[in-house]
């Protein structure tokens, strides 16, 4: 595929899956965690106040993530992803599915930007015609204390790591369900956002705020729904 092909960028919860993968991934940590879930618990007027606003979201998740791993030798994702792989892809949008084909079929250049963990969305995606698009995401790393979230891809992050990873900002098409990705739907010709109830729609344009993108609304059901 030409590097000069035009761009498609697909967020993954919410958009690609119905839910949050990551959210999934740190439940499945603490069900196997009796003392770290009470750790967690105890600790809950220390990390729960970091998800009151934006841009403190990613500073909760790490903490999170650091108490549900805390004292793990490893922290692999690959336990997670054997015991849940096949209830999780039961949650893929199959129309999402469907345009992600389609965008790859017209010749253009496809990527998933999403806040999880690459390897998480990978594995979900790989039975895919052609597997999995190239996909940029969270750095997470194992520490002596735990998994940490070192590098949290949202908003603004998204177009930066597009820019990096040699992609550009110019966008054709962006999919996504969220306002966070204001940035990205800016940098997009035409934005498709999934499942957004019409009743929140005009509160959406307002935090999106771009009058120059049109918008397309569209709404997507699990398989498993």
């Known amino acids: 595929m030409a ?35 009470a750790l967690l618990i105890l600790l809950l ?12 979201v990613q500073h909760g998740v790490r903490a999170c993530f650091l108490i549900a791993t805390l004292g793990r030798a490893h ?14 892809r039961a949650r893929l949008f199959p129309e999402g599915l469907a345009a992600l084909a389609d965008e790859r079929a017209s010749g253009h250049r496809v990527v998933i930007a999403t806040g999880e963990h690459p390897p998480l969305v990978q ?3 790989a039975h895919l015609p052609g597997g999995c698009p190239p996909v940029l995401g969270s750095t997470v790393v194992l520490t002596r204390l735990g998994l940490d979230l070192r590098h949290h891809l949202q908003g603004r992050r998204k177009l930066d790591a597009l820019d990096a990873a040699g992609y ?12 966070t990705d204001a940035a990205l739907i800016r940098a997009s010709a035409e934005a498709v ?5 019409i009743a929140r729609r ?11 993108t049109p918008l397309r609304w569209v709404d997507w059901a699990a398989a498993s729904a």
Request: proline share 8%.
């Open 3 to 37: 590097d000069t092909a035009p761009l498609v960028v697909f967020d993954f919860d919410g958009t690609l899956f119905d839910g949050d993968l990551g959210f999934e991934w740190l439940r499945w940590l603490l069900r196997r965690s009796p003392p770290r879930f």
């Open 45 to 56: 007027p220390l990390w729960a106040p970091l998800f009151l606003r934006r841009r403190w």
């Open 75 to 88: 922290g692999s994702h690959s336990e997670f992803l054997t015991d849940r792989a096949a209830e999780l």
């Open 123 to 125: 594995h979900l995606l």
């Open 168 to 179: 550009g900002r110019r966008i054709l098409r962006s999919y996504t369900d969220s306002a």
């Open 193 to 197: 956002i999934v499942n957004v109830a």
């Open 202 to 212: 005009p509160v959406f344009v307002a935090r999106v705020g771009c009058p120059a």
